[in-house]
């Protein structure tokens, strides 16, 4: 499973945009980068998914650029409740193991 | 879609005892079930990975006769924390795998338990 490394933590302010990179330089071919999310005492919840290029849904954008070694997740305009940690996990769909790196502590403040 | 759930949320329990835990896939079902535990500020640890009707796969140093993880159906996973410690108090996650997503790596995650061994 290829390893990750995120910044441990982030502050930005409300309304702005913020941008979580993560590193997996020994990412596999068959491997898919997947973003959590997850507030105090629950559990994780999927954000986004992707394998290359850029991947954008509903509530945020996922850029991976062609080497495919690191990918950043984009947040656009924060609110407060997007104070939240924030994993980035790596691995591929017949890998059935999923191991969470120390993840990006975001605080967002007014 | 994709509901996962897990009971109790909460439970306290007396040093020696055994306390279990469910985790249900409400509206899919579920080949692959994980079980995590996390403590304070610190990252989920994925505890041991469960696939219906076999014996689970447990991660390095987690001890298998402490921890008895049944997944009896495609819909439910069990957890028993047998003769729990203090030490044990901990937050317990689980999450599924969805059959047929074969080219999704999304797993869904229940609310967790928090369990306090006083």
């Known amino acids: 499973l290829a390893k990750t490394t995120q910044p441990i933590s982030m502050d930005s302010y409300e309304g702005q945009e913020v941008n979580i990179t993560c590193s997996h330089n020994?990412?596999?071919?068959?491997?898919?980068i997947t973003w959590y999310q997850q507030f105090p005492s629950q559990g994780p919840r999927f954000i986004i998914q992707?394998?290359?290029t850029k991947v954008t849904n509903e509530v945020a954008s996922l850029f991976i650029p062609a080497d495919r070694k690191s990918s950043t997740l984009s947040l656009p305009r924060v609110s407060l409740s997007d104070t939240a940690v924030y994993y980035c996990?790596?691995?591929?769909?017949?890998?059935?193991?999923?191991?969470f790196g120390a993840g990006t502590r975001l605080f967002v403040k007014a | 879609g994709a509901v996962v759930s897990q009971h109790p949320s909460r439970v306290i329990c007396k040093s020696g005892t055994s306390v279990k835990i469910e985790c249900r896939s409400l509206?899919?079902?579920?080949?692959?079930m994980f079980w995590y535990r996390q403590f304070p500020k610190q990252s989920l640890m994925l505890m041991a990975t469960s696939n219906e009707g076999s014996k689970a796969t447990y991660e390095q140093g987690v001890e298998k006769d402490k921890f008895l993880i049944n997944h009896a159906s495609l819909t439910l996973s069990t957890l028993t924390v047998t003769s729990a410690h203090p030490e044990d108090s901990s937050f317990y996650i689980c999450s599924a795998r969805r059959q047929g997503d074969q080219y999704s790596y999304e797993q869904y995650f229940g609310p967790g338990t928090r369990l306090t061994v006083t």
């Open positions: 509206d899919f079902q579920a080949t692959t």
């Open positions: 992707g394998y290359k």
């Open positions: 996990l790596v691995g591929s769909s017949g890998g059935f193991k999923t191991i």
């Open positions: 020994n990412i596999a071919t068959n491997d898919y």
